[in-house]
């Protein structure tokens, strides 16, 4: 099971951090993503981090959003900074582990203009 919080309501420019706990033993093995969703949109990848700790971003983020894990503590986090209006959308976090997939339930980020 995958629990997200950590968004809310920005002004643009402002940042927010989300975070994504897991529970059960096989976090660590896990790839984990972010993704966003905006209304009438499909949902779209963001952020990918490896077991191993490397990282990969979309364009649309790379150089305003940091993805980053904890192993002790089950937790994945998004570190968005610089937000736009645009990045307003259901932000769900996703882990791959031993050939399973596990989705959050998502929580809402808005950016004001």
């Known amino acids: 099971q995958l629990v997200e919080s950590g968004g809310g309501l920005v002004q643009a420019g402002g940042s927010l951090r989300l975070s994504c706990t897991a529970s059960?033993?096989?976090?660590?093995?896990?790839?984990i993503s972010w993704y966003s969703q905006a209304p009438g949109r499909q949902r779209e990848l963001l952020a990918t981090?490896?077991?191993?700790?490397?990282?990969n971003y979309a364009d649309s983020v790379k150089g305003r959003f940091t993805i980053s894990r904890d192993n002790a503590k089950n937790t994945a986090f998004l570190q968005m900074n610089i937000l736009k209006p645009e990045d307003t959308a259901v932000y769900y976090c996703?882990?791959?582990?031993?050939?399973?997939?596990?989705w959050g339930q998502g929580t809402q980020v808005t950016v004001s203009s």
């Open positions: 996703h882990a791959y582990s031993l050939s399973r997939s596990y």
């Open positions: 059960g033993s096989t976090f660590r093995f896990a790839v």
């Open positions: 981090i490896t077991s191993g700790g490397t990282t």
